[in-house]
């Protein structure tokens, strides 16, 4: 009985996300409708003790890591530099690669820096006017942005800047660079594998002689290609974050040791506020490095946003609050999923898995699944088991970097189940259903999801790392 809880609440939660209903606040009616049915005495303690708490905990330590990532793509869009490496790869690829070109777009700006939730609305007209002249579906649009922006740049290669390859870093105490020659073979699987799977589906298209569509919403307008920045100019702000990030990811923990601490200067207040920098100087080298892309932005085209910063980041903000607090409280949701005693059964049956990574793999996947959130699944994960991890990993002899990189992919795995808000976004960005369009979203989930399991395979087989 307390298993089916579980499962019922996962499933209103996900039917609730197909029917267009905000997860804020679906979430934690789910989540209480399960403590409701198990031990209806405990709601309102869980509510403000745990789902709350983890919920603001979240938000706490990432919400700068959205807000700043949506401010850099903005300004990136504002400029024209977005535009301007969009258009210079659709030219270099030629328009009879819409996919590629897409995907590749997509991969630059979230492997650059810009958040996946921005950088849906800064590929998408751009998509949307290559399908069209292309005589593609435009319901291909969405998975085409999906395996470029959510999959191989978001968990997968070396030091991506995304949340979802920051968080384990903090419980492994590794850096964003761990395994890098498996996660560059991870990727370039999830990247392969998908574009074979959507170039499949644009012949079967093809062959049933369907075109762009007929009944369409949120059509962008035509873009134009005259007068935009040089594409070698507009690369520069990425190439500033790639390149502060990773000297800021050596230089923070030299230069605060593995924790710091500071007396606030309030009369009264005598207790120290401690930091645990080895588990929080990922979170800071990236959030500097963002600043700096930002500032890169302003300097080089400061004529260009100085009428525009203003209004133009509004949007930007309200779009970095409503994917975090979507992520947090889909947190929250598996944090009370995960402390009901039905929730024992899963974690039980997971431990039965005898291979490290695999139990590890399957762990992060399923809570990711479960909350429709990749950070939110993974931070739930590793806040539960990260010790059992590590002993596990010190046990086998595998190093914590191969750890870091699995758990990192496991999260984009299943996560992008009909409640996730990406995907949410995405289909709402596009003017689609999940009935339109989920299907082929989800066979880019199904890919990513076996990406992992072929990285545990080549590390087994060859202790690549």
């Known amino acids: 009985m307390n298993l089916l809880i579980i499962l019922a609440a996962l499933g209103f939660l996900m039917l609730a996300a197909y029917r267009g209903y905000s997860v804020i606040l679906f979430a934690p009616l789910a989540a209480m409708g399960a403590v409701l049915l198990t031990d209806p005495a405990e709601v309102a303690p869980m509510f403000t003790g745990l ?35 969009a258009s210079a790869i659709i030219e270099l690829l030629g328009r009879q690669r819409s996919v590629l070109s897409i995907v590749i777009v997509s991969a630059l700006l979230t492997y650059g820096g810009v ?111 005259d007068r935009l920045p040089s594409p070698w100019l507009a690369m520069l702000p990425l190439l500033v974050v790639a390149v502060a990030n990773k000297i800021l990811t050596g230089a923070i923990p030299r230069l605060y040791g593995e924790s710091h601490a500071f007396i606030p200067a309030v009369v009264g207040t005598s207790e120290p506020v401690v930091q645990d920098v080895a588990k929080i100087s990922a979170i800071w080298s990236i959030e500097a490095a963002l600043i ?26 309200a779009g970095a609050l409503l994917a975090a607090t979507n992520t947090a409280s889909e947190y ?23 291979n490290p990574l695999v139990n ?50 496991a999260s984009g795995g299943m996560d992008t189940l009909p409640h996730n808000g990406a995907v949410i976004t995405l289909l709402a960005v596009s003017g689609l259903t999940h009935r339109q369009a989920y299907g082929n979203i989800f066979g880019i989930t199904l890919i990513k999801t076996l990406a992992v399991f072929v990285v545990i395979v080549i590390y087994q087989w060859t202790g690549l790392v």
């Open 51 to 85: 789902f709350m708490d983890k919920m603001a905990g979240f938000f706490k330590l990432y919400f700068p890591i959205f807000l700043l990532g949506a401010v850099f793509g903005k300004t990136m869009e504002l400029s024209g530099f977005a535009k301007s490496i």
């Open 332 to 354: 929250g949701f598996g944090a009370v999923i995960a402390a009901l005693p039905g929730f024992l059964i899963v974690s039980d049956a997971l431990r039965w898995i005898p």
């Open 292 to 317: 700096l892309g930002i500032l890169t932005v302003m300097l080089l085209a400061w004529r260009h946003l100085f009428k525009k910063l203003s209004e133009g980041t509004k949007p930007a903000i």
């Open 360 to 409: 590890e793999a399957v762990t992060v996947t399923t809570l990711a699944g479960i909350t429709g959130s990749a950070s939110g699944g993974l931070s739930i994960a590793l806040a539960a088991m990260s010790e059992t991890f590590i002993a596990n990993a010190e046990a086998a002899g595998i190093p914590l970097e191969v750890f870091h990189r699995v758990a990192s992919m």
């Open 115 to 225: 958040s996946l939730f921005v950088a849906v609305f800064a590929v998408y007209p751009f998509a949307a006017e290559l399908f069209r002249q292309s005589g593609i579906p435009k319901r291909l649009i969405p998975a085409t942005i999906a395996l470029g922006a959510f999959s191989f740049t978001m968990d997968s290669f070396p030091g991506t800047p995304q949340i979802q390859n920051v968080i384990p870093a903090a419980f492994f105490k590794t850096d964003i660079y761990a395994a890098p020659w498996l996660g560059i073979l991870g990727g370039l699987f999830t990247l392969l594998a998908g574009l074979l799977f959507l170039e499949w589906r644009v012949r079967v298209a093809a062959a049933n002689e369907e075109g762009y569509g007929d009944v369409l919403l949120n059509e962008p307008a035509a873009f134009e290609h």
